[in-house]
């Protein structure tokens, strides 16, 4: 990593975000390991930061999904997934620029209700983001603890 060293955020395919994934969420796992279900929908948006070398060190995907806790919403739902910054690039607003993108991307198809099963310690990063806890927290065993959470655009 290059102090000060600039990034981008752009939309990008999935497919390219399939190592950050495995790298960061899978425990390094393999690259199938990555893959989430509806991944390849028609409306399921992916956007990245790249390094001024084109190497990916941030993403995010969202999928147009209700949320299970406010199913009265009138917004349309859109689901938050593998969320990821590369270690060593971490705290230095790489997932906030990220997180941006899709906020605006939800906003430019007409704003809605924005969610997420967030790991509890990336739970202030997204409070920051604007986002509010909802339900009881939970525990996945193959995870950890969980907390859904929510923020209307
Ligand atoms: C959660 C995650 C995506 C956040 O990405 P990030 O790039 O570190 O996010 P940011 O840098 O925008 O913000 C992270 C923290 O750094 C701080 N920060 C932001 N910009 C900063 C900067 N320029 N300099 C110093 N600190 C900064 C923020 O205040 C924030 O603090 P917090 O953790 O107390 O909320 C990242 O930590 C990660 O990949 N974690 C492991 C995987 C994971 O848990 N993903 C979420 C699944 S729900």
Do not use: Q, S
């Amino acid at each position: 990593m290059i102090p000060n060293e600039r990034f981008t955020v752009r939309r990008v395919p999935v497919e390219d975000t399939y190592a950050l994934r495995a790298k960061v969420l899978r425990n390094g796992g393999p690259l199938e390991a990555a893959r989430v279900p509806g991944d390849d929908g028609p409306e399921v948006a992916t956007y990245a930061a790249l390094k001024v070398d084109g190497g990916l060190i941030g993403c995010v995907g969202l999928f147009p999904e209700p949320c299970p806790d406010l199913p009265e919403h009138p917004g349309k739902g859109w689901r938050i997934r593998g969320m990821a910054t590369e270690d060593g690039w971490r705290g230095r607003g790489v997932g906030a620029e990220v997180l941006k993108a899709a906020l605006d991307h939800v906003a430019a198809e007409g704003g809605g209700l924005v969610w997420c099963n967030a790991r509890t310690p990336a739970a202030t990063f997204y409070a920051r983001a604007g986002f509010a806890e909802i339900g009881e927290r939970w525990d996945d065993p193959e995870i950890g603890p969980h907390v859904r959470m929510w923020r209307a655009v």
